[in-house]
């Protein structure tokens, strides 16, 4: 049987490196490709792939928030996370979203195809690179009455987090009112908000934020 996947990867290059590996996998009969979290949820809706690679840090809706939707909305399509990052809390930040896969970007070209297959089988993928304790700790957390949100931005609702990563991709409240269709009122209510929730009163404080837990990246 073959399977229609979706590249999701603010990288032309990128792209274009995962693309010659998934054509070369005889399940795979389609590639899509998105550069951003917005155009991924459009070719999700439109195309219904039966799985999703998806970066974590793209400018505008990042892998993670992007994730959430898809698992929410599109219960058909299955997300792998790709990332840089094999820390505890990107994998669990991923499992909580909804993601079936988390993958390292410098993992061997073989674990593609296995992660692939894997979550396509009905199961969760996590990069071998990545320790099973990780996994074992955040089933453990969720079943758990009284566990305690793994992240700061746990507080945050989907939007809020949406207007936290603009506002560390350094965007105006009017440039995000645009991109977000919503007036300028209502951007800076949101905003009013993301501090209050986070006790963050200052901007350079919340970019900090933002790349700690990998909403954008730090491209210094």
Same mark, same amino acid.
């Given at each position: 049987?073959?399977?229609?996947?979706?590249?999701?990867?603010?990288?032309?290059?990128?792209?274009?490196?995962?693309?010659?590996?998934?054509?070369?996998?005889? #399940?795979?009969?389609?590639?899509?490709?998105?550069?951003?979290?917005?155009?991924?949820?459009?070719?999700?809706?439109?195309?219904?792939?039966?799985?999703?690679?998806?970066?974590?840090?793209?400018?505008?809706?990042?892998?993670?928030?992007? $994730?959430?939707?898809?698992?929410?909305?599109?219960?058909?399509?299955?997300?792998?996370?790709?990332?840089?990052?094999?820390?505890?809390?990107?994998?669990?930040?991923?499992?909580?979203?909804?993601?079936?896969?988390?993958?390292?970007?410098?993992?061997?070209?073989?674990?593609?195809?296995? $992660?692939?297959?894997?979550?396509?089988?009905?199961?969760?993928?996590?990069?071998?690179?990545?320790?099973?304790?990780?996994?074992?700790?955040?089933?453990?957390?969720?079943?758990?009455?009284?566990?305690?949100?793994?992240?700061?931005?746990?507080?945050?609702?989907?939007?809020?987090?949406?207007?936290?990563?603009?506002?560390? #991709?350094?965007?105006?409240?009017?440039?995000?009112?645009?991109?977000?269709?919503?007036?300028?009122?209502?951007? #800076?209510?949101?905003?009013?908000?993301?501090?209050?929730?986070?006790?963050?009163?200052?901007?350079?404080?919340?970019?900090?934020?933002?790349?700690?837990?990998?909403?954008?990246?730090?491209?210094?």
């Amino acid at each position: 049987m073959s399977h229609t996947v979706l590249l999701a990867d603010d990288h032309t290059l990128v792209r274009a490196g995962l693309r010659a590996l998934l054509e070369g996998l005889p #399940e795979v009969s389609v590639v899509l490709e998105a550069s951003d979290g917005h155009e991924a949820l459009a070719s999700i809706a439109a195309h219904h792939p039966d799985v999703v690679l998806m970066d974590i840090a793209m400018p505008g809706l990042n892998g993670l928030e992007a $994730a959430a939707v898809v698992s929410r909305d599109h219960p058909g399509t299955r997300t792998i996370v790709l990332s840089m990052h094999g820390t505890d809390a990107y994998v669990v930040q991923a499992l909580r979203a909804g993601a079936a896969g988390y993958l390292l970007k410098d993992a061997a070209v073989a674990e593609l195809p296995l $992660a692939l297959r894997a979550v396509l089988r009905g199961e969760v993928y996590i990069s071998s690179a990545v320790s099973r304790l990780v996994v074992n700790g955040f089933l453990a957390g969720m079943a758990a009455a009284d566990a305690q949100p793994a992240s700061p931005l746990d507080v945050l609702s989907a939007r809020q987090r949406e207007i936290l990563q603009l506002i560390a #991709e350094g965007h105006s409240t009017k440039e995000m009112a645009f991109r977000l269709k919503l007036s300028v009122k209502t951007v #800076e209510t949101h905003r009013r908000q993301v501090m209050e929730r986070l006790q963050i009163f200052d901007i350079p404080g919340l970019v900090r934020l933002a790349l700690r837990h990998g909403l954008v990246r730090d491209n210094t």
